[in-house]
């Protein structure tokens, strides 16, 4: 147990004080179980410089008290202290208050961290101000249970001291946030940067990452993405990287080799790359573009991947990792990926299937590794992410599907992903 250092104490001013909460949960303080709140503080404590009463278990019991429903306030205070301890993903959670019959919130997100437990368990005790013009009427918990509310007869972050200390668990709370709280929720506003339209994604779009479709889901990223159709593709006036710096390729492992006329797929590919163009392989199929779509044609047709046509080929293959192997994947360039972890091991569900791609016989080519496939022995088979340059000027990402499906890689990569993206369009000439 641990509570944020303190630089000085304010005793709340008189005729303030603890407002009654009457319980309705009880969190359990027992070690051994995985819901609990070991080592939680009780009783009298000083909380980022305020002297705060927490709850404290009942004679012959171990279980601390709660309050998770609505509180209804029959006194005249329009500042209160509130302590809170959340129950669900941090961001989305608050504590509601209702003044003049208007109702306010704060989110979890936006309070001071006061007092943080011991690994392995991870739970808060979070602080926030409550204040209001006139008496506040009522507070309402959501996604946490309020521990603590003190009535105060001014805003104690008017104290010097106090501010600072609040400031102080304010930041190491953003700090925690960054792991708590998934990459599609923090990035909100950076996907709001990105200008509508910048962004194509390719015929056929089989294989949208289901990672993909949650950020385009939790953020405004849908908007700024134009999905385009064969046609559009193949028409210089409709795809260019004038008009779309980055395109997504998100058709499993097919592209339109053939559209209107021989070739004029894969042709407005090239075409789009030597522009300077970037192109982003991001789908779930393990060998993007292999497979060529002909108009008329029954069926996708092999022996042409459009990759292959820029120098770029699989140097490394696998179906499934052989037993006792013990693959891994890693992180190559932590400035690229810097939310992924350093290693994670190689996934045991799903689409095990594996294509390393890389340039090993076009020196022309730039090629950065980003995340690269170990084996037992720590030696690297081939690259689960690169990015390529060609000596046109154009780019090719390449991230495998599997790590866009990992539990422990997914949200990570793709929020690094679409923070390179938002950062290249800021930096461009417009």
Known sequence: MRVIALLSVLTLAPGAGAVDLPPDVDLSTDAAEPWTWHGIPTGPQELLGLTIALPAPPEGSAAIPGRAGAVSLAGEASTLVAVVTPVVTPHLASLSYRASGEWRSVPVGDMSLAWVSEPPHERFLLMAVLKADASIAEVRPEGCYLLALEAVDADPLADPDVASQWEAGAEAWQARMESLVPASWRMRELVDTIPGGAIAMLPPRSGVPGILRKFMGATSLGSKI????????VDPGQFSAAQYPFALQVGQEQYHRSVLAPDDGAEALLRYLEEGGTLVLASTGPYP?????????????????????????AT??????????GMSLHRAAPDALPSMPESVPYPTTGDLRIRCLGAPNAPEITTTPLVELRDAQGQTRGHAAALFELASGGRVMFIWGGLLAHPKTGDAVMGDLIRWVAEELEAMPR
């Open 316 to 325: 490394f293959s696998m179906e499934r990792p052989p037993e006792g192997q």
């Open 289 to 313: 573009m292999y497979y060529a779509l002909d108009s008329g044609a029954p069926a996708p047709q092999h022996g042409d991947a459009f990759v292959h046509r820029l120098g770029i080929r």
């Open 226 to 233: 134009d999905e385009l159709t064969p046609r559009q593709m």
